[in-house]
Nanobody, 123 residues
Framework: QGQLVESGGGSVQAGGSLRLFCTAS????????MGWFRQAPGKEREGVAS????????YYSDSVKGRFTITQDDANDAVYLQMNSLKPEDTAMYYC????????????????WGQGTQVTVSS
């Protein structure tokens, strides 16, 4: 059924920026929605941002609104997550996910997941 592939994680100082990339080109279907989630050690996985593929509707968690932007690359079934004004509390493993129907930021509703890319923000 294919997989999602993420890239772009790394280490930055607080206030810096990173851009994550995820492609779903190897999936056997075009997802309705793709999203980004994150999980810090000892914490539950939480939704960060999601976007309807082929549309303009996006969703963001309150903790990243105004700092993170999710965009899509229709030609490559890919999404980007531009992360600005990063804070130490943004440190986590970031996962890309895709779902067939809907676009809410609820992890259990996503069928496909990437392996994750680490983002570390130092103070």
């Amino acid at each position: 059924q294919g997989q999602l592939v993420e890239s772009g994680g790394g280490s930055v100082q607080a206030g810096g920026s990173l851009r994550l990339f995820c492609t779903a080109s190897s999936l056997t279907y075009r997802p309705d929605c793709m999203g980004w989630f994150r999980q810090a050690p000892g914490k539950e996985r939480e939704g960060v941002a999601s976007i309807y593929i082929g549309g303009i509707t996006t969703y963001y968690s309150d903790s990243v609104k105004g700092r993170f932007t999710i965009t899509q690359d229709d030609a490559n079934d890919a999404v980007y997550l531009q992360m600005n004004s990063l804070k130490p509390e943004d440190t986590a493993m970031y996962y890309c996910a895709a779902r067939r129907i809907g676009c809410r930021l609820i992890p259990d509703e996503y069928e496909y997941w990437g392996q994750g890319t680490q983002v570390t923000v130092s103070s």
